[in-house]
């Protein structure tokens, strides 16, 4: 009876946890900051190519991409309109929705602004990209559930703004709410989204608006609290389904890689870096596979740390070992094969494995430096204009009493 009476006691406790806390909330913020960084910096790089990438320059024609929406039923804002304005307005939005959201401004919001740049762009012309791109493409949805915006965002210091003094009139979000609910109505009643993208649309706008209501009209009552509970649980749903995610792409692309010659003999990573596609700096390729048990070494180290990783989460100190080895692999990948973007991809989803501690320490590392800079930009504005000097002759003793005293 009384294992029974601790079991119950333990499940009580788990499912008190997940429904009352959004559990991971540096971890979330990390792969929100990572994948809005990443497709923004990869927007701003293909901005002079934007147009044959994504518009109406492309060899995947706007009827092609028509075409192949209309079978696969994806969601793509382009396919509104092939109209040159139409797609600047969407690149830059797409563009706008990444910047704020990295930053943390109305997170809810950019989140859903996020996911539709990402699929409206990536589903215009699907062969354009790599893994990189698919890791972002599922992210953007997952994000959309998440509570990403607890720590290191601007919705976090104006939350910590309102609990310590006279919160301020929040005009912004019933902005937003109400241009959003402008933009859906157009699009429902011009019939160029179909009904399920439209009830998930509606559904998203309809949540945030009843969440401002009772945040604004009822933040105690049970409504609320509820609305938490909910949220909590779509949050916490929504990493573990990224942590899962994660762990099958290293899975996958191990096991898949098991069964290729070239991985079994080990010399499957002499031939990336000797391919013109994938060698920015031919001479670095051809140092690093001048020595063959090296490349051996990398080879088969590469298999077996994307095998054994699925298997070694529910361990911390080997995971967080394995994660070192992985970041490594990836900034290796980004700077001898020319990678960047899905190196920063799988950085940012091997994010959410990244321990709490760490993350903390980082998190004040950055803080200190930010507020190094900003006080030496504040003290190199110009030299202090000194005080008019006393008339009771005591400028002496007024000058030793200013001298800052540096402390050890």
Not at 120 to 135: E, T
Not at 269 to 275: E, F, K, M, N, R
Request: net charge positive; charged share 15%; proline share 6%.
């Amino acid at each position: 009876m009384n294992r029974l009476t601790r079991a119950g006691a333990q499940l009580y406790a788990a499912l008190q946890k997940i429904t009352a806390t959004p559990l991971a909330p540096y971890q979330s913020a990390v792969i929100r900051i990572g994948f809005a960084s990443t497709w923004l910096l990869f927007l701003l790089r293909e901005y002079p190519h934007r147009l044959e990438l994504y518009g109406p320059d492309g060899p995947w024609s706007w009827d092609l991409a028509q075409q192949l929406i209309s079978e696969n039923h994806a969601f793509s804002a382009l396919m509104w309109s092939d109209g040159r304005a139409w797609f600047e307005l969407v690149y830059a939005a797409a563009v706008l929705a990444s910047f704020l959201l990295a930053l943390g401004w109305r997170t809810r919001t950019m989140s859903v602004l996020f996911m539709i740049g990402v699929l409206s762009l990536q589903n215009r012309s699907v062969f354009v990209g790599d893994g990189g791109d698919n890791v972002i493409h599922l992210m953007s949805i997952y994000l959309v559930l998440t509570r990403c915006g607890q720590v290191w965002s601007l919705d976090a210091r104006r939350a910590a703004r309102a609990r310590t003094g006279v919160p301020r009139p929040d005009r912004a979000g019933p902005a937003l709410w109400w241009a959003a609910g402008l933009a859906l109505a157009a699009i429902t009643f011009t019939g160029d989204v179909r009904t399920g993208w439209l009830l998930v649309l509606w559904s998203l706008w309809a949540v945030h608006g009843v969440w401002w209501f009772l945040n604004r009209h009822a933040p105690d009552g049970d409504p609320r609290l509820l609305c938490d509970v909910v949220a909590n649980l779509l949050h916490n749903a929504a990493l573990l389904v990224i942590m899962i995610e994660a762990c099958l792409i290293y899975a996958t692309a191990g096991w898949y890689k098991i069964q290729g010659s070239r991985w079994q003999d080990g010399s499957a990573v002499y031939y990336p870096l000797h391919l013109d596609y994938f060698s920015p700096w031919p001479a670095l390729g051809d140092l690093l596979t001048s020595y063959g048990p090296m490349v051996l070494l990398v080879t088969y180290g590469t298999v077996a740390v994307q095998v054994a990783f699925p298997f070694t989460v529910f361990n911390r100190r080997v995971k967080n070992v394995l994660l070192v080895l992985m970041i490594t692999e990836h900034l290796a990948i980004a700077v001898v094969l020319g990678l960047p973007f899905f190196s920063l991809a799988m950085i940012a989803a091997d994010a959410v494995f990244l321990p709490t501690p760490f993350l903390k320490w980082l998190g004040g590392r950055v803080a200190r430096a930010r507020e190094r800079v900003f006080a030496g930009a504040r003290t190199g504005a110009g030299p202090e204009v000194p005080g008019p000097r006393p008339e009771d002759g005591t400028q002496e003793a007024a000058d030793v009493s200013e001298v800052p005293v540096t402390r050890t």
